[in-house]
């Protein structure tokens, strides 16, 4: 055995090399290429039709005085800082309420789930359609109780509200995995907190909670990631060629921004700098998430 | 879920802490002892919530396929069931829009994308599951590494590449990227492989079998709820992707069907004429292919799903 072994292995090396291959053929084209392909166009001016012409820095100089750039960071983090809270507050309290849904929780896990599967598009025709100040079904259903629901659509303080609202209604994926991590809180220890006297929300803050921390992280992270570059909803209720009826800077997202930079005005080189920027951004907030999860994340036992 | 990784796209993420083998088993059935709630008035308040809940998940399709049914006229009167029935709007939407070529056209898009990304991802994530080799780590750890990268950082030279085969306005760049793999995609399925007996493969090849054949016989059969669960998400994810539409597809007749609803919003929606009865009818014909394949793969979608964030 000890003879065969090291030719049987070196041979196995070269099969290993040949499943991997697809792979590597691919990252090595469309990954580690395009990512380093991106960095040079950053430095340069480029249209497509004409060679790219090098510039140094100048894109970024451009970047930082151009006020849009501002504008699609700032109305990002806003989105961002309202909708990862609040997806993460509704899909807990979700998950919540199917683990005490005894016989009918398929029936009602299904309807939580059923809306992710909406194409993006439709959900912001959907968005455009409900949300609408004037017949929209929100502002009927807020009329019930006398208030008069705001112009989601048109109002610039009120649009990047209602894409969070909008962005309430695909949390089943979230609602899901909660679902999964409250399902392994051991009923032990929800025992021995009932013994010593603790109550339903003191029983969540204290044990619930702690050990479903690595799920919530997991949640926090994604979404914070998806948040960061969220394009589809936003672009298809606010931008493209037929919208001249909406002001839509209150939705210019850093993605869309960088969107129109590329495609529709071409300019490849100042786009390439503006994804390096957004590439930056992600990098920082999710190197911040990992030094706070240090702190805050419980893991028991056997993981590290 | 469809914060997928797929190369090119800005709004998708992959996650390193995804699962292990027990991604496609059956989940361990709730403990109903554990979840009652105490009392009958805690059990009404959780069962109104649910109910209400669910209303407000669930209505925003009715009123959507309701809409649908109604004339131009009556598309915003937010009643339940229309005055007037109409299946009209399902006919005029095929003469407004080529829907029959758009939804080809998302048919084969979204089966090359899932058979291509099913069957290299399942060939990578074995390589990296069966043999030991130098520098496997090191390019293992690179898999998990590129699913951080976002989409906006190669999505630019990616399209030049497309562009500089000539594929710009084709549907060829919104799957061919797939026969690479996905690293969201391998790394499941490894995690799959390696819950698997490493005897049986042993046993196999001491038998004769060649490394092809314990891969293709043995090893892939008994990865199939996996399979599965990374088809469906493909799927899911290939259907409903808009950007590539719009970066890639040029004239009408080459649209998917995402792109064309976008294009029918700008056009009948806010883009003037206002035929919202043509983008609703559209919206519907769109999600409803999502529909379905979510109550044929259910079980499936919601296991996979659920393992995504456990495991951590």
Known sequence: MSVAAPARRRSSGRVALLFISPWLIGFAVFMAYPVLYTVYLSLTDYDVINDPTFVGLDNYRELMGDEKVVLAMRNTFVYTAMAVPAQLAISLALALLLQRAGRAAGFFRTAFFLPKMTPPVAVGVLLLLLLNGQSGLVNEFLAWFGIDGPNWTTDAAWVKPGLVLMSLWTVGSSVIILLAALQEVPEELLDAARVDGAGWWKRLWHVVLPIISPAIYFIVVVDTIASLQSFTEAYTAFFGAGNTTYSNDAALFYAIYLFQQAFEFLHMGYASALAMLLFLVVMLVTALQVLLSRRLVHYTGDRA | ?312
């Open chain 2, 1 to 312: 879920m469809s914060t997928l990784d797929r190369a090119g796209q800005v709004g998708d993420t992959g996650s390193p802490i995804v699962p292990d083998a027990t991604a496609a088993r059956p989940t361990p059935r709730p403990r109903p002892q554990a979840s009652r709630p105490r009392g009958r008035t805690g059990r009404v308040v959780v069962g109104a919530l649910l109910v209400l809940f669910t209303i407000a998940f669930v209505y925003p399709f009715v009123w959507l396929v309701s809409a649908s049914l109604k004339p131009r006229s009556d598309v915003f009167d937010n009643r339940l069931i229309p005055e007037t029935l109409t299946f009209d709007n399902y006919i005029e939407v095929w003469n407004a829009a080529p829907m029959a070529a758009w939804l080809l056209n998302t048919a084969f898009v979204t089966v090359m994308a899932t058979i291509t990304v099913t069957m290299s991802s399942a060939l990578v994530a074995w390589g990296f599951a069966r043999y030991r080799f130098r520098g496997r780590n090191l390019l293992f750890g690179l898999v998990l590494a590129s699913m951080m990268i976002p989409g906006a950082a190669t999505m630019i030279p990616t399209y030049l590449i497309w562009d500089s085969l000539g594929m710009v306005g084709t549907l060829t760049p919104l799957w061919a990227g797939n026969v690479f793999g996905t690293a969201f995609y391998i790394f499941l399925l490894r995690q799959f492989f390696l819950g698997l007996p490493t005897e049986l493969f042993d046993a196999a090849e001491m038998d004769g079998a060649g490394h092809w054949r314990v891969f293709w016989h043995i090893a892939l059969p008994l990865t199939r709820p996996a399979l599965v669960v990374v088809a469906l998400f493909e799927f899911q994810a290939a259907w409903t992707d808009l950007m590539r539409g719009l970066i890639y597809l040029r004239d009408r007749e080459d649209f998917t069907v995402p792109r064309g609803l976008k294009s029918m919003l700008d056009q009948f929606g806010f883009g003037g004429e206002w035929h919202w009865e043509l983008v609703v009818t559209a919206s519907v014909i769109t999600t409803v292919p999502m529909i379905v394949v979510f109550f044929l793969g259910q079980k499936q979608i919601i296991q996979g799903v659920a393992s995504t964030g456990t495991k951590g």
